[in-house]
């Protein structure tokens, strides 16, 4: 399977002992018995179209000679992002083709019909025709990163991701793997955050990208399917269901996860699929175009669901699907504004109506919550300013008389343990995570034990006797294990 933008195989070798005269005639006659269409002949080149089922065009096969050195390249036309070998198949077709003219074909049948061809040479000096010409620079990749005419969004959009991630790498922020808490501070997308107000993390995670093998994928897809897209729907219309799609993708991430950090243009760039899937379906995109991209529309689509499915730590799938869907509703929402493209009004009122019913969602999504994120955030955040309280009995410098010992294990410690303990006996109440739920247990058992050692550590300290010392220890060995147990639960589940 060959994979590229455009898929493309080539085959090289020596012409010798052939002459380029013959092997141009060969050419031409193979390009005739395979029934592929020739739309390019000069001395130095000949190049044809291959039909795919259906009448669409599916390959190009050009045939070079390069100062005695053959080269055969067969190239999916742009529409497509891999061949499943059809391109290897082209090329052995046509060498196996040539191969047996060689056989068949006497010395004056080949100087005949290089007579009659030489008429027909495109001179050195003359190029494709205009939409020839159009073509190849549209079917260039790196032409697409030069914004124009019916592409000038993506590449935009493809700059500004990746000037915030320079300035994420020159920050500190590792180009490869970046840490979770970096990515939060940037202002990926993090219920707990989010929950609290910071709704512009929706937006921002769109632009953030986790680590530079991620943004190179997604600043591929986008160039792809922009390309592809802006052209029917004009800027507009494109931007505004890149960023409809994008921030419905993150609220159906924020509403699925729970400790998820997720980022990254790759929900915006499955709207654009979606997109494409709707104006597909009502015929809107041009036959010649879509016939021979669905399929691979659909394989990049199953494929990255797949790899989420195998890779849930660092693929959200539910910002993919929810970018999908949302893409597919904003591509029919588009068709009856494509229909009538001049009509500023009916363009306008569907991006009006679409940013309101996101507006409209994103309220009803927040305030519906499933959990109860935001109040126990703010609830273990009183938890460890309390808890560091009751440690500072630990901090004390030597020698401090023991009338503050026992003040700071009594008034400090024992309260502030106390008060921990009912506050996390509280969040029973509230509607969290099983994760949170085990994480609580834990906690109020944690709690339990810091509250019993500082009861023994008070009667040692009043009685002045180490006859509890092995008792203490015991305590301290059991406190040692949940806060392993806790750190364990917090690290598999990304708390």
């Known amino acids: 399977m060959e994979i590229g933008f455009p898929p493309k195989y080539v085959k090289e070798f020596y012409i010798a002992p052939a002459t380029p005269e013959q092997y141009f005639v060969w050419t031409h006659e193979a390009f005739t018995e395979l029934g592929w269409e020739l739309c390019y002949m000069s001395k130095e080149q000949m190049t044809a179209r291959i039909k795919g089922s259906f009448g669409s065009e599916k390959s190009e096969i050009t045939i070079r000679n390069i100062h005695g050195f053959i080269e055969v390249k067969s190239e ?14 082209n090329v052995e077709e046509f060498l196996a083709c040539v191969a047996s003219l060689q056989e068949s074909m006497s010395p004056e049948d080949i100087e005949e019909k290089w007579l009659r061809l030489q008429d027909c ?21 790196f032409s697409l990163l030069i914004p124009g005419k019916g592409n000038y969004i993506s590449p935009i959009l493809v700059y500004l991701n990746v ?7 020159i920050s500190g922020v590792s180009m490869f793997e970046p840490d979770a808490q970096d990515l939060v501070n940037w202002g990926a997308n993090f219920k707990p955050l989010t929950l609290q107000g910071q709704w512009w993390r929706l937006l921002i995670a769109c632009f953030l990208h986790i680590g530079l093998l991620h943004l190179v994928m997604n600043m591929y897809g986008l160039l792809y399917i922009g390309w592809l897209l802006e052209t029917v729907l004009g800027k507009v219309r494109y931007l505004s269901a890149y960023l409809i799609s994008g921030i419905a993708a993150s609220l159906i991430s924020l509403w699925w996860n729970d400790f998820t950090v997720s980022a990254g243009a790759s929900g915006a760039i499955f709207g654009m699929y979606g997109v494409f899937i709707a104006l597909f379906s009502v015929r809107v995109l041009k036959e010649q ?33 929810g970018g999908l869907l949302s893409g597919i509703v904003v591509g029919y929402a588009f068709v009856p504004s494509l229909k009538q493209f001049q009509n500023q009004l009916i363009k306008y009122l569907t991006i009006g109506s679409l940013s309101f019913i996101l507006a409209v969602s994103s309220f009803v999504m927040l305030k519906s919550a499933p959990y109860d994120l935001p109040q126990y955030e ?16 630990y901090r004390l410098p030597p020698g401090v008389p023991e009338a503050h010992i026992l003040y700071e294990l009594k008034e400090r410690g024992l309260y502030y343990w106390n008060k921990n303990f009912e506050l996390v006996k509280g969040f029973d109440k509230l509607n969290l995570p099983k994760v949170v739920q085990q994480q609580n247990t834990l906690l109020k058992e944690y709690c339990r034990l810091r509250i019993e050692s500082y009861e023994l550590l008070i009667k040692a300290v009043d009685k002045g006797s180490n006859e509890f010392d092995e008792d203490i220890k015991n305590y301290d060995e059991k406190i040692n294990a949940v806060i392993q147990e806790i750190t364990q639960l917090q690290q598999d589940n990304a708390i």
């Open 76 to 89: 999916s036309l742009s529409s497509q992002i891999l061949s499943w070998g059809r391109n290897k198949k």
């Open 121 to 141: 040479l495109v001179l050195e000096e003359q190029d494709l025709n205009g939409n020839e010409q159009a073509f190849n620079q549209a079917s260039s990749f």
């Open 163 to 169: 000037f915030v991630f320079v300035l994420m790498v």
């Open 289 to 321: 175009v879509n016939k021979s991209l669905m399929i691979s529309i659909g394989l990049f689509v199953v494929y990255n669901l797949l790899l989420g499915l195998t890779q849930d730590n660092h693929t959200d799938n539910a910002a993919h699907i």
């Open 378 to 393: 703010k609830g273990m955040q009183e938890f460890l300013e309390m808890e560091s309280m009751a440690l500072e009995v």
